[in-house]
């Protein structure tokens, strides 16, 4: 959900990923946003990363049709064609966004594979602000000035920044620019020629642009890690005698249900949240507002999977989930493996790496008195051979 209030409008935000080059100082007869890198290819790394964070992704790909030998997009990617020049591979990828109805678009090269999640949404809450944003690192070493092999001067390092991509635009405005832009090396400095302010962010050290293979060296070896991450998830929901009780993905009883917009399954919505919380997507009541009618006595099981299909497409996997339910009722134990089973279906892991487990409030409070019952959840993620941190 990236469609974000900034006071009079709503911003809808769209990535272009540049891949349209053919990499000449990576050498071999593959562009290197096609060649393999911790698992993935170089281009599915940045795919996987965005996608979860904007409204829209296009991929500009190179002329013609070869590169389709190298690469098979998901029916669901969008890519155009590039053009001659930088800019002109931009520009295209701005005008299928224009179509979209898009007002805010990121701009990142194809061949930054590592670029972390962090960085992207410093960015984009910037650029809501600013007409043009670019993320930038400092200059660690002592920089000189050249000619040949002789020293001309010592630059100030202090005043000297590495640019990186993403880099946030307001569509339009970047649109104009780059109409009237010579050639250019990134779109900041079309910004820049035209006398438009550029606002600058942290970037990353680890969003490393892939030029020769001594920088897939050092990516495939940042990039082999496997990171873990742990969430919680916590809900709560009366008891109403008129619905179905689901639980767990399971129907329980024809009454004695739980009260909710949707289904009222408790224990999914905790296991969604927490995956979520893991994953830092977003929460339950962002993504499936109660207000919205589509929701209404909505299949909790259905929710979840759409919960799961995010975290994977953000390169996240469920390592495992330990739930503890609150309340008098259900009693668990005669249920458990049913139970796990169908949470097994459901995120689609293995029953071993799930536990299911009750206790009450040891007579404290209105869930004592069987007035309802709430779960809370321990989700572990995993991410690995390069899904972006």
């Known amino acids: 959900m990236t469609r974000t209030d900034t006071g009079r409008q709503t911003s809808v935000w769209g990535a272009v990923i540049v891949a349209a080059g053919i990499g000449k100082r990576f050498g071999g007869d593959v562009p290197k946003q096609f060649t393999m890198l911790a698992g993935e290819l170089v281009i599915d790394h940045s795919v996987r990363t965005f996608k979860p964070l904007v409204d829209h992704l296009v991929v500009v790909t190179p002329l013609g049709d070869l590169w389709r030998k190298w690469w098979q997009p998901s029916s669901r990617l969008d890519t155009v064609s590039g053009g001659r020049r930088r800019q002109d591979s931009v520009m295209n990828g701005l005008k299928f966004m224009r179509s979209r109805g898009v007002t805010h678009v990121l701009i990142h090269d194809g061949a930054r594979p590592f670029v972390d999640r962090e960085c992207i949404v410093r960015v984009m809450e910037a650029a809501r602000n ?3 944003v670019i993320p930038v690192i400092s200059v660690r070493d002592t920089v000189k000035k050249t000619s040949g092999d002789m020293v001309l001067e010592t630059l100030n390092r202090e005043e000297l920044r590495l640019s990186q991509t993403p880099q946030g635009y307001h569509l339009e405005r970047l649109i104009e620019v780059l109409a009237t832009a010579g050639d250019i090396t990134d779109e900041a400095s079309a910004f820049e020629a035209a006398g438009d302010a550029v606002t600058t962010v942290a970037g990353s050290r680890s969003n490393i642009k892939l030029t020769d293979r001594k920088d897939a ?3 495939s070896f940042l990039m082999s890690r496997t990171i873990r991450v742990t969430g919680t998830g916590l809900d709560f929901h009366p008891f109403d005698p008129a619905r179905p009780l689901y639980f767990c993905g399971c129907r329980l009883s024809e009454t004695d249900g739980l009260m909710g917009h949707s289904d009222g399954d408790v224990v999914l919505h905790a296991v969604a949240d927490a995956i979520l919380s893991a994953s830092r997507l977003g929460d339950i009541g962002t993504l499936f507002p109660p207000g919205e ?3 209404k006595d909505a299949d909790s099981s ?3 999977a759409i919960c799961v299909e995010m975290i994977r497409e ?3 996997e469920i390592e495992r989930l330990d739930v503890t339910v609150i309340g008098e009722r259900p009693k668990i134990s005669p249920v458990r493996d049913m139970l796990m089973e169908r949470l097994s279906d459901i995120v689609g892991i293995a029953v071993e790496r799930i536990w299911i487990k009750g206790t009450t409030t040891n ?6 008195q069987g007035k309802g019952v709430g779960c809370s959840v321990l989700a572990e993620l995993r991410r690995t051979c390069g899904r972006n941190s």
């Open 130 to 132: 600013n007409s043009a």
């Open 217 to 219: 060296e050092l990516l």
């Open 293 to 295: 009618l589509r929701w």
């Open 302 to 304: 259905h929710l979840l």
């Open 314 to 316: 953000a390169g996240w």
């Open 363 to 368: 007579t404290i409070g209105e869930l004592a």
